[in-house]
């Protein structure tokens, strides 16, 4: 008996037998292809279901990392100005932000290469923070100079994230060549940290998506470590270079930003479908859904950060802080040029009234 004219017929046919696909428009039939056992869709079933909506996306993508690889351009003609004898630091520092777009943008085009795409940006971020280290030594003028013109004074180290108890003990050593040394260290330990735990999570996923669920709950304490202690020793070296008249703080707000979007954006991203109970949505599992919206975000704010890195690259280092110092001068010039014109009025006055004393005698 052939199945399938029997199913023609008004019999029965068993479902995998059956010559119809089932319409994708049916309720159960999408709840179904939402909450499929596998999380992440392949590239045909991800396009069947975008559908006209891929292309723009795609599109309007790829304009904005074009517009962001051209802006690298001009930011980096512009700063290679002032930063001579930084050129390698300067370039990795404002490639961050294309290749996180570039990231992003492979992430909505192949969803199952999210955690790939996820591993390269938060990489990118990690060594662009050593090198800007780099520029912030640099900025002082090397090592030596930073020594020479601190004074012997003490490095603060009760600064975010050990800024409150129990950091309150931590001791401040002397801004010294040892306490720099050890200051590079522990930025350096970033990028090689992450890149160590990253592969092993890579290695993970690609044997198994539910070992890498499973396991990630576990590498993520020490994740979080490397950066902090990472984000607390460039913060130190911020303070120190401060403390000479430099101003890198602008600037390290504009890679710092970045920092918060790959990582807690990111995380945010991955926690937001099992906290809250979200609808399917074009037949795609919510996270799916949520991490297509959180790529398109994250091109656009690394778009508005680049914008940013232009608008504080293209000015020489502490020329902020040398308006601050020529306003101050001119203002104390006026300032005593107005009590000697003061004393002149009061001193002449003065020998007006002895004159007519005179005359009246």
């Not at 090592?143 to 490095?155: A, K, N, V, Y």
């Not at 306490?179 to 044997?207: C, D, F, G, K």
């Not at 037949?283 to 704010?301: D, F, R, T």
Request: charged share 15%.
């Amino acid at each position: 008996m052939d199945l399938l004219s029997a199913a023609s017929n008004g019999v029965a046919a068993a479902r995998h037998l059956s010559s119809v696909p089932p319409e994708l428009n049916n309720a159960v039939n999408t709840t179904l292809l939402c909450h499929s056992y596998s999380l992440q869709p392949d590239f045909a079933s991800y396009f069947a279901v975008l559908k006209g909506n891929a292309w723009a996306i795609w599109s309007c993508g790829l304009l904005v990392l074009l517009t962001l690889c051209i802006l690298y351009a001009v930011t980096l003609r512009s700063a290679l100005k002032y930063w001579k004898d930084s050129r390698t630091s300067v370039a990795i520092v404002l490639a961050v932000y294309p290749v996180v777009a570039a990231a992003a943008l492979l992430a909505t085009v192949l969803p199952r290469v999210r955690v790939l795409s996820e591993a390269v940006a938060q990489e990118a971020v990690m060594v662009a923070m050593y090198h800007f280290y780099c520029l912030i030594i640099a900025e002082c003028g090397g090592t030596t100079q930073l020594i020479r013109r601190s004074e012997g004074s003490h490095m603060e180290t009760r600064v975010l994230p050990c800024c409150c108890w129990p950091c309150c003990i931590l001791p401040r050593p002397r801004v010294q060549k040892k306490s720099l040394t050890w200051l590079r260290y522990l930025v350096l330990q970033m990028p090689v940290i992450q890149a160590i735990l990253y592969l092993i999570v890579l290695v993970l996923w690609a044997e198994d998506m539910m070992l890498y669920l499973n396991s990630f709950i576990y590498i993520q304490p020490f994740i979080a470590a490397s950066i902090l202690s990472g984000v607390w020793g460039i913060i130190m070296c911020v303070r120190v270079a401060e403390s000479t008249g430099a101003k890198p703080r602008p600037r390290f707000l504009a890679i710092q930003l970045a920092l918060v979007i790959v990582k807690l954006q990111c995380g945010f991203a991955k926690v937001l479908p099992d906290v809250a109970t979200l609808p399917c949505i074009m037949a795609l599992h919510p996270s799916v859904y949520v991490n297509l919206i959180h790529n398109i975000v994250m091109i656009l704010e690394m778009l508005l950060l680049s914008i940013l890195a232009w608008r504080l690259y293209r000015v020489p280092p502490g020329k902020d802080a040398e308006k601050v110092q020529h306003v101050v001068i001119a203002v104390l010039e006026d300032s005593l040029s107005s009590l000697e014109k003061i004393s002149d009025i009061g001193s002449h006055k003065t020998y007006s009234n002895k004159n007519d004393i005179k005359r009246d005698d």
